[in-house]
């Protein structure tokens, strides 16, 4: 059997009758200029891994796979985590050190700069805002922003069905918010019962997941108006795909947050494009950087929906790259759907980094190769790689000095790119957060009529209650008179025949004890007297008396 020229076999390898963007050339001691590493631009949406331990090149990978694509007319999407992939805005500096390295690869090297387009989330930052509604983005992906369990995804779930039940706009926090205050209310209580029901204490846990969200300054994030995916499939003028660069510079602040709306705008995308089947190029290549972030503690449907979308998008005709330290960071589900693998150098400190990198060779093709001692070796700048052939077949594996960036690998000064901010058309679309009405402003005026309601009936109860107070007392104020008039009539008929008693008894005594008066005026002596001395006063007053 005759031996096969490694070099050789690489090279066919990597010889392609279809456009390809070039990463580098072949290692073999030095750089082999002869032996390009590419990928056909066709396979770009079958997905691909770039991955390696910090400060190996990654960016730098990104970074030169972003500008092939640009240049091949591929709109590309990156998180900027570091804030260096601004610089392909501006010029690569050049110098003799960068000439003398390009020129020994053999890299036909010049300055440029491409079109770019960049984004903030929710504005935090120097960058068109970039903002999802809530009820877009849904509650299995805001479930794992909030870190929730699987039962209370499974009622955040249920909060969601009934806001699309009863046509409640989920647009920013407050809305979920109060939408969760309501169902907890007697009032939402009784109207959510009849399709499930939420415990105080799993809104309790919802609740205060999201005032820790809304405190991180998460509430920007949501709202609108909603970033539409199709703006990022733009082609500059000059026919170059435009790049866009959503600046992350507080992710360690909010890393669910940030790679979970990664995951929304592939999401949104899925549902939104349509199906186009293989094409020449993808119309979209998006590179998904801190991947493991987007993996960490997510529930079983989260994966599966990442699974799904990641397995589907392609028909869509868009190419997902995930970028991390090792392959292990994404699920086995995930990285089977990947086609395209750029290994930078791994270590192996620990037993766990040894497992790491022994798993790492075992997803890579035979090769003549002793990986596991190659990955280990890789200087900066250089990756072991293989990528899917225009036949859809892995290509051998390739020890890859990577090109070097022709625009700036570092930042974009901020004046300029404020410039570039402000001048995009874009700015005008997305610029300026609009709140109209949602579920906040129905829910809380429904609150409020309930609680106007509710404090009627209550004033109507103290009204009844008074009138009944009332009522009681004008009737016992009238017994009380009634009685008092009985009593008063009771005493004056017992006073009056207490007196009838005693005068029928002063009667009775006094014709029992005359008195002396009454017995002499009685008396026959008194009476004649009487008569006698009348006579004499007549007498001695008309003058008739007798004359003796």
Not at 145 to 165: M, R
Not at 227 to 234: K, T, Y
Not at 450 to 462: N, Q, T, V
């Amino acid at each position: 059997m005759t031996d096969v020229d490694p070099t050789q076999q690489i090279k066919a390898g990597y010889t392609f009758d279809v456009p390809a963007a070039t990463l580098g050339v072949l290692v073999d001691g030095d750089p082999i200029p002869d032996v390009p590493i590419r990928i056909p631009l066709s396979m770009f949406n079958r997905h691909g891994l770039v991955a390696g331990a910090t400060g190996t090149g990654k960016t730098v990978t990104l970074q030169v796979m972003a500008e092939a694509l640009s240049s091949a007319g591929v709109p590309v999407f990156a998180a900027d985590i570091k804030g260096d992939l601004s610089g392909m805005a501006t010029p690569g500096p050049g110098g003799e050190k960068l000439l003398a390295r390009t020129e020994k690869q053999g890299q036909p090297w010049e300055a440029g700069s491409y079109p770019c387009e960049f984004y903030a989330l929710g504005g935090i930052g120097n960058g068109i805002p970039l903002r999802a509604t809530v009820s877009s983005f849904g509650p299995i992906l805001l479930s794992k922003v909030l870190g929730l369990n699987q039962v209370q995804e499974s009622s955040l779930g249920l909060i969601f069905h009934y806001a699309d039940q009863n046509g409640l706009l989920l647009l920013d926090l407050k809305d979920l918010t109060e939408l969760i205050k309501y169902l907890i209310s007697d009032e939402g209580k009784a109207e959510l019962r009849g399709i499930g029901g939420i415990s105080t204490a799993t809104a309790g846990v919802i609740l205060r997941n999201l005032v820790s969200l809304s405190s991180q300054g998460a509430d920007v994030f949501f709202g609108e108006p909603e970033f539409e995916p199709a703006d990022l499939m733009r082609v500059a003028p000059d026919g170059r795909g435009v790049v866009s660069l959503l600046e992350l510079p507080e992710l360690s602040n909010r890393p669910a947050l940030f790679s979970t709306f990664l995951m929304w705008l592939l999401a949104d995308m899925f549902s939104e494009l349509p199906e186009v089947g293989d094409l020449d190029k993808p119309k979209l290549v998006f590179f998904f950087d801190e991947a493991h972030l987007l993996f960490n503690g997510a529930s079983k449907a989260f994966l599966d929906a990442i699974t799904q979308t990641v397995r589907l998008i392609r028909s869509k005709g868009v190419g997902v790259f995930f970028v991390t330290q090792t392959p292990k960071d994404v699920p086995d589900d995930v990285l089977a759907q990947l086609g395209s693998r750029v290994q930078h150098q791994l270590r192996a400190h620990t037993p766990n980094d040894a497992k790491a990198l022994k798993a790492t060779v075992s997803t890579y093709p035979t090769s003549h190769y002793d990986l596991e001692e190659v990955l280990q070796q890789l200087s900066t700048g250089q990756a072991v790689v293989t990528v899917m052939s225009e036949k859809g077949a892995p290509t051998p594996v390739a020890w890859t000095q990577i090109w070097a960036p022709t625009s700036t690998m570092g930042p974009t000064p901020d004046d300029q790119l404020k410039a570039a901010v402000a001048q995009s058309p874009l700015n005008a679309k997305y610029g300026e957060a609009i709140d109209r009405e949602s579920a906040y402003e129905v829910l809380a005026q429904q609150l409020e009529e309930g609680a106007r309601r509710a404090e009627e009936e209550r004033l109507e109860e103290e009204r009844a209650e008074e009138a009944k107070r009332i009522e009681k007392e004008l009737a016992d104020m009238e017994k009380a008179q009634a009685k008092a008039e009985r009593e008063r009539i009771a005493e004056e008929r017992r006073l009056a025949r207490e007196k009838r008693l005693a005068e029928e008894e002063r009667r009775r005594w006094e014709k029992a004890n005359p008195s002396l008066v009454q017995q002499v005026t009685k008396s026959r002596v008194f009476k004649d007297f009487m008569r006698t001395a009348s006579r004499e006063i007549v007498r001695s007053i008309f003058g008739t008396g007798r004359r003796r």
